[in-house]
């Protein structure tokens, strides 16, 4: 197998070509599947508390007959990578991931199949989450390939913080060969077959294709739901240039869920709670009478500080300039 494992991602909102270094992956367990889950980054760079349980993994072979579970497989810390192994005979092609109590936020998942089940290796991206109307947020974490990224993040949960309590995945749907250029809409992809989100408690079965030929893949998106409980403090806010993140799509997605946010490549600051941009102040797109002080890390209205009380915790993830408080 070559150095690095090419899939379908997401940049930019489209279905692409991302690959994936063998780092990755783990070694293959035979018989089996070993399964690697890489969590969001929490602290000064990242988010709050996106380390917690691991899900418990359960696995179907091709045509839906049920293999394995592993049940309460651990923890994994924030910025980290957890493994989750499964014994089972066959090809596990689908995997069903159900949340336990202490909510994560997923930014990828790979699998290595056992030598004697072909020993492939996939991997899906945190970004599918947000694509298929999941809560998210920005990761902070770089894949590590030929062209690596930052993708996002999507939060499952087993007692209710979060309203998505797992997910299941059709790992060969994720191969580079199965890429058509000519729908690169992620939202063909979140079919509840080939990435599915599940809101039910403890999930424990999965949607499966019945037809040896795959029937088409339908391009439905999921309605994002509005009854969102964040899981961090409102008086922080987090400063950004990475290209890989956007205040603008952050404030138009109904399901994003995060700390107030500020890009200043674009010059903008998200309101989180209101899901409203301002420019920042003294920036060439200022139109608007209110606009948003780096600074003082205030709203100001015609000169004047719009909001009385600043920001208690600044998450200042900048690469190309100081990071101030």
């Known amino acids: 197998m070559s150095g690095v494992v090419d899939a379908i991602g997401v940049i930019s909102g489209l279905l692409t070509i991302v690959s994936f270094s063998m780092d990755n992956f783990a070694n293959d367990q035979d018989p089996g599947s070993t399964i690697k889950v890489a969590v969001a980054l929490d602290g000064p760079t990242g988010t709050e508390d996106a380390g917690g349980d691991l899900p418990d993994v359960r696995i179907w072979n091709d045509f839906g007959e049920f ?5 309460d497989p651990g923890s994994v810390g924030s910025g980290t990578v957890g493994t989750v192994t499964v014994d089972h005979e066959q090809q596990g092609v689908y995997s069903l991931f159900s949340a336990n109590n202490d909510a994560i936020c997923i930014a990828w998942v790979t699998t290595t199949w056992a030598d004697s089940a072909g020993g492939n290796k996939y991997a899906v991206s945190g970004d599918y989450g947000e694509a298929c109307g999941g809560t998210w947020y920005e990761s902070n974490m770089w894949t590590n390939g030929d062209n690596s990224y930052q993708p996002k993040c ?15 995945v059709r790992w060969p749907r994720y191969s ?4 058509d250029e000519g729908n690169t809409d992620p939202a063909a992809i979140c079919n509840d077959i080939d990435f ?9 079965s999965i949607n499966y294709w019945t037809d040896a030929k795959k029937r088409a893949l339908n391009d439905r998106r ?16 987090v ?39 301002y420019s ?26 719009k909001r009385a009380n600043p920001y208690t ?13």
Do not use: Y
């Open 67 to 71: 293999k394995a579970i592993t049940a």
């Open 154 to 168: 999507f939060w499952i949960d087993g007692d209710g913080d979060q309203p998505n309590t797992g997910f299941q």
């Open 176 to 179: 580079s060969d199965m890429f």
């Open 196 to 204: 599915g989100l599940r809101t039910e408690s403890d999930p424990s």
């Open 222 to 237: 999921m309605r994002a739901r509005r009854d969102l409980r964040a899981r961090w403090t409102e008086s922080e806010l």
């Open 239 to 277: 400063i950004s240039d990475s290209q890989h993140h956007s205040a603008t799509k952050l404030c138009g997605s109904e399901t994003s869920m995060g700390p107030d946010f500020v890009h200043v490549e674009e010059n903008l600051f998200c309101d989180m709670g209101a899901k409203k941009a």
């Open 280 to 305: 920042l102040c003294g920036s060439s797109n200022t139109t608007e009478e209110t606009c948003f002080d780096l600074e003082s890390k205030n709203l100001v209205t015609g000169g004047v500080v």
């Open 313 to 325: 915790g600044i998450r200042d993830w900048r690469s190309k300039t100081t990071a101030t408080n």
